[in-house]
T-cell receptor, first 116, second 111 residues
Framework: EPEVTQTPSHQVTQMGQEVILRCVPISNHLYFYWYRQILGQKVEFLVSFYNNEISEKSEIFDDQFSVERPDGSNFTLKIRSTKLEDSAMYFC??????????????FGDGTRLSIL | SQQGEEDPQALSIQEGENATMNCSYKTSINNLQWYRQNSGRGLVHLILIRSNEREKHSGRLRVTLDTSKKSSSLLITASRAADTASYFCANGGTSYGKLTFGQGTILTVHP
């Protein structure tokens, strides 16, 4: 069964550095998402992306964050000037259609980001 | 309280027993989705129930939806040790792509 793949599985970075988290969504999916889960907390929505532009974003997704689809297969999340509180598991997801079309979102295994 | 609240927060049962988890939400929805998360792993989509459906089955899973009470339940029948995981409900309200997750139910199935 096709799946969403994320790399790396674990990223350790010094505070203030920039990180890029990478995702390969399911090939026929057109809608892409990033979520994060701080240890012991709920999964939180960050951003949705369709047709090469952000369609929706949360209050968390400020100027420190950006997303890009650099080619036909990858979807990336860039975090600039990382802070300790950015430490979390970051999940990429993709779907064939938006929520209101009753298409489920499929998630990758996540990237554990640790900021030192 | 927040959207997507599950209860109980933790459930411990013996293999072969049934497990029932409940979820409440606050807004109108197009659908409700249930996910499983094994420790340290990603979210696995289990089942999606549309707002005009009342019950849906998938293998040993049965999901119900009561839109008048803004609640849903997930029943796992004849549980197995491999069902040990956290289970989350998620709803998108009527939004485009944002899923709102609950805190989840930690299910432990003892062999």
């Amino acid at each position: 069964e096709p799946e969403v793949t994320q790399t790396p599985s674990h990223q350790v970075t010094q505070m203030g550095q920039e990180v890029i988290l990478r995702c390969v969504p399911i090939s026929n999916h057109l809608y892409f998402y990033w979520y994060r889960q701080i240890l012991g907390q709920k999964v939180e929505f960050l951003v949705s992306f369709y047709n090469n532009e952000i369609s929706e974003k949360s209050e968390i997704f400020d100027d420190q964050f950006s997303v890009e689809r650099p080619d036909g297969s990858n979807f990336t999340l860039k975090i600039r000037s990382t802070k300790l509180e950015d430490s979390a598991m970051y999940f990429c997801a993709s779907s064939e259609g938006p929520i209101y079309s009753n298409q489920p979102q499929h998630f990758g295994d996540g990237t554990r980001l640790s900021i030192l | 309280s927040q959207q997507g609240e599950e209860d109980p927060q933790a459930l411990s049962i013996q293999e072969g027993e049934n497990a029932t988890m409940n979820c409440s939400y606050k807004t109108s929805i197009n659908n409700l989705q249930w996910y499983r998360q094994n420790s340290g792993r990603g979210l696995v989509h289990l089942i999606l129930i549309r707002s005009n459906e009342r019950e849906k089955h998938s293998g040993r899973l049965r999901v119900t939806l009561d839109t008048s009470k803004k609640s849903s339940s997930l029943l796992i029948t004849a549980s197995r040790a491999a069902d040990t995981a956290s289970y989350f409900c998620a709803n998108g309200g009527t939004s485009y792509g944002k899923l709102t997750f609950g805190q989840g139910t930690i299910l432990t199935v003892h062999p």
